[in-house]
């Protein structure tokens, strides 16, 4: 079955600095790869996803990136906020099955 | 509220209890998913039903699990004899499905002593 590995685990940037996020997939039939935000103590939302078809998206500072051929995808967020504070997870599905396989998540620190 | 809601929200219960936890999905939503999320993880899925069919168990779904949705609308996730082990936040999403998106609901917190 898939796998999805995330990493890092942690990330501390000061604000207005960039956030890079980075995710692998074991599944090449995986073809949707969303990212969920989730707050201390509340749903995860999502926040961007990405198909297969396509290489790169961007949504005003939140930008995602994948390389089908190397099963890797990113989160690239700019210009940092306080509210950015979070754990953000990477996910890959298949859409056929469409069950997510999430990741451990990225618990980010936006620095002062 | 057209979200996605569960109830409850909280469930304290002692080991060996059966406790049973509900997720009614935005209407319209006819794909409805469990997930399980342990501290620090990130969710995992238990199983998913298209209308009132369950199309796919994970292997974490122990015997000691059901779930059912019996008219295609709200679903409820059962536990039989609780271990101290099944502790966790239990999610549900739903989706329509020609979105990938899952929505998610903001989860029973259960906690087995």
């Known amino acids: 079955g898939e796998n999805v590995e995330q990493h890092p685990s942690t990330l501390s940037v000061q604000e207005g600095d960039s956030a890079v996020i980075k995710c692998t997939y074991s599944d090449s039939a995986s073809n949707y790869f969303p990212w969920y935000k989730q707050e201390l103590g509340k749903r995860p939302q999502l926040i961007i996803d990405?198909?297969?078809?396509?290489g790169e998206k961007k949504d005003q500072r939140i930008a995602v990136t994948l390389n089908k051929t190397a099963k890797h995808f990113s989160l690239h967020i700019t210009e940092t906020q306080p509210e950015d504070s979070a754990v953000y997870f990477c996910a890959a599905s298949i859409d056929r099955d469409d069950k997510i396989i999430f990741g451990k998540g990225t618990r980010l620190h936006i620095l002062p | 509220d057209t979200g996605v809601s569960q109830d409850p929200r909280h469930k304290i219960t002692k080991r060996g209890q059966n406790v049973t936890f509900r997720c009614d999905p935005i209407?319209?939503?006819?794909?409805l998913y469990w997930y399980r999320q342990t501290l620090g993880q990130g969710p995992e899925f238990l199983t998913y039903?298209?209308?009132?069919?369950?199309?796919?168990k994970s292997r974490l779904l122990s015997d000691r699990f059901s779930a059912e949705r019996p008219k295609g609308s709200f679903s409820t996730l059962e536990i039989q004899r609780t271990e101290q082990g099944d502790s966790a936040m239990y999610l549900c999403a739903s989706s329509r499905p020609e979105y990938n998106e899952q929505f998610f609901g903001p989860g029973t917190r259960l906690t087995v002593l």
């Open positions: 209407s319209e939503h006819n794909r």
């Open positions: 990405i198909r297969s078809n396509v």
């Open positions: 039903f298209q209308n009132e069919a369950q199309l796919e």
